[in-house]
């Protein structure tokens, strides 16, 4: 067992949410410094050209100011994020009691394709009766999958 210690810079984006200052999106650019150790925190030599690729993935904390609360049925994260065209997402950062969405930043504004867990993936989806299971597309039906799946 090693430690891998990588020296870099921090790139936290910002908004402003009912007047507070909320961190939306952060990136890690790493630098040059790559230093390596053992458990005690001495220097060791690693053969670099065996290590798996190990990307530098930042969690944001859960900003919530009241509201209704996400619990994942598949991992228990409280993270949501809204899915559109192709590749782009949002987190929902907060959703309150009247179904109004606060959103961490957005990369797109087309459809809407799903609301997922943000951890595992986990879709929302609702079934009528008579028909097929659907992925969940509007607000009011996110609300109503919370306030019926999340105690």
């Not at 910002?14 to 925190?41: H, R």
């Not at 030599?45 to 990307?55: L, S, V």
């Not at 949002?90 to 799903?114: H, P, Y």
Request: net charge negative; with cysteine.
């Amino acid at each position: 067992m090693h430690n891998k210690i990588t020296t870099g810079f921090v790139i936290q984006k910002y908004t402003i949410l009912d007047g507070k200052y909320i961190c939306v999106g952060q990136e890690f650019i790493a630098g040059d410094q790559v230093d390596y150790e053992n458990l005690n925190g001495k220097p060791v030599e690693i053969d670099t050209t065996k290590e798996n690729f190990q990307p530098f993935d930042m969690v944001l904390k859960q900003v919530a100011t009241g509201g209704l609360k996400f619990v994942c049925p598949s991992c228990q994260s409280n993270r949501l994020e809204c899915c559109e065209d192709g590749p782009y997402n949002s987190e929902v950062l907060n959703i309150d009691e009247d179904g109004d969405f606060d959103f961490g930043e957005i990369n797109a504004s087309g459809d809407v394709d799903r609301f997922q867990c943000l951890h595992c993936g986990y879709v929302l989806t609702s079934k009528e009766e008579g028909f097929s299971e659907y992925n969940i597309t509007e607000h009011d039906e996110v609300v109503e999958w919370i306030k019926k799946n999340c105690s």
